[in-house]
């Protein structure tokens, strides 16, 4: 458009450029580039998380809501962008399958260093019946509204299951273990919440592939493969490789000396061996994101170099996911999303509706007192994992475009009404618990 100022889309291979297309490599040309639209995302990601945090302490708004407002206004202003369509588009797809992997990875080590209760059946018990009974509920949920009412095949209506069936390790912060140690008031919300979504990000992985198989209409072939292989080896080489990792973090830590000595060798260490941690995993053909998680719940002794980890590992955390979420408000501007009836119907029943109820049914005879078992019920929090694993399936299955174009539409509405309600109800949430808890722990005293 003559005159205005927009991000122009990526030339590959022979094609010809257009005149728009000429001006991205015009130094005198209006638009904006690649190269410094990408700089003024991540400077724009590096200041917000380091002054918003203050501005927004105590009061109820939600931080992520800022980066996708942010995302949204800067691609709307210097659009339109079609070169963020995940749908059109197999480099933006791989972009964002990209940069939510790295998200994920990190986030899943932070979450995992900052739980320390032991794992055990009687003290997990909650955890594991949100992943038992709540997660499958949920898969089953999401499968029957892609099929009755978004016209979702098969394999897309059990993709979408898959897809919205994780919690976030990533946009939950204030409901969350904040760091080793720091249960803190209403433990059993923050440590149910955080241990379930370190594990069922993994566990998703399983029901990802099932529906990739379908869509490819190789699943008679293959339903014995997928249980010995998808369901039963890879989870049990994530488990092995993260357990041996996390051994070796322990013994790290014990003789606590060299490179892992300084807090900027320490950083460099924690970032290092999450890497390392997942690439070994996924050469072995297991689950990365679990093996990642387990290595990351290894205890030890040194708390001290332990609660280091984590506060380099929520840094760099911290940038990856305000980075993600200026791309989720890319999306919204790019058209990605699709307000139809349908759709907005399910993502707020699935907010309101879905997970409340499965969250409260597992949790019957848990032992989880009525304020706890509605919080944990009410906050499962949409968000980085949903994106991967549909961007994942996007480059691996054999999705009808139109399909996908309904289950991006979806997934983004679904994390943009989770990052709205839960973000601002969070914060009221947890003090309001905070503050019912002070007098009788007084008297306790």
Not at 271 to 289: C, M
Not at 342 to 349: G, K, P, Q
Not at 418 to 432: D, E
Request: charged share 10%; proline share 5%.
């Amino acid at each position: 458009m003559p005159g205005s100022v927009m991000f122009g889309p990526i030339v590959r291979g022979n094609h010809v450029r257009t005149s728009d297309e000429m001006a991205l490599y015009d130094p005198k040309s209006p638009m904006i580039g690649l190269h410094i639209g990408t700089i003024l995302i991540v400077g724009a990601a590096l200041l917000m998380m380091t002054i918003l945090p203050h501005l927004l302490a105590d009061r109820p708004l939600s931080l992520p809501l800022f980066y996708i407002a942010y995302g949204w206004l800067l691609f709307e202003t210097f659009g339109p962008l079609p070169l963020i369509n995940p749908v059109t588009s197999d480099f933006d797809n791989s972009v964002l399958l990209y940069l939510t992997e790295a998200v994920v990875i990190i986030s899943l080590a932070t979450v995992g260093l900052s739980l320390e209760r032991k794992v055990g059946w009687s003290s997990w018990q909650p955890v594991w019946r949100l992943l038992a009974i709540a997660m499958p509920l949920t898969v089953a949920a999401a499968i029957f509204a892609g099929s009755a009412f978004l016209g979702l095949g098969a394999a897309a209506a059990l993709l979408l299951g898959a897809v919205l069936a994780p919690t976030d390790p990533v946009l939950a912060d204030d409901v969350q273990v904040p760091g080793p140690g720091e249960e803190g008031d209403r433990g059993d919300i923050r440590f149910a919440l955080t241990a379930e979504a370190g594990l069922n990000d993994s566990l998703a992985f399983p029901i990802v592939h099932l529906a990739i198989a379908l869509s490819a209409a190789s699943l008679t072939n293959s339903l014995g493969s997928w249980v010995a292989f998808d369901v039963g080896y890879r989870i049990v080489a994530g488990l092995a490789v993260g357990f041996l990792a996390g051994k070796i973090l322990v013994s790290i830590a014990v003789h606590r000396s060299g490179p892992a000595s300084t807090g900027l060798n320490t950083g460099l260490f924690i970032v290092g061996a999450t890497l390392l941690t997942y690439g070994i995993t996924e050469v072995v053909n297991g689950y990365g994101f679990l093996a990642v998680f387990v290595a990351a719940l290894a205890r030890s002794d040194n708390g001290a170099f332990r609660s280091e980890l984590h506060a380099f590992a929520e840094q760099v955390e911290a940038l990856l996911v305000a980075v993600a979420l200026i791309s989720v408000g890319a999306l919204l501007a790019a058209g990605v999303v699709v307000w139809s009836l349908s759709s907005i119907l399910i993502a707020v029943a699935f907010i309101f509706v879905v997970r409340p109820v499965a969250g409260w049914i597992c949790l019957a005879g848990s032992g989880v007192d009525g304020r706890d078992r509605l919080s944990i019920a009410f906050f499962g929090i949409r968000g980085m994992g949903s994106l991967f694993y549909l961007a994942y399936a996007t480059s691996s299955g054999s999705f009808e475009r139109g399909e996908l174009a309904v289950l991006w539409s979806v997934t983004v509405m679904v994390i943009l009404m989770s990052t709205i309600v839960h973000g601002i109800s969070a914060p009221l949430v947890m003090s309001s618990a905070k503050t019912e808890k002070t007098p009788s722990s007084r008297t306790a005293s």
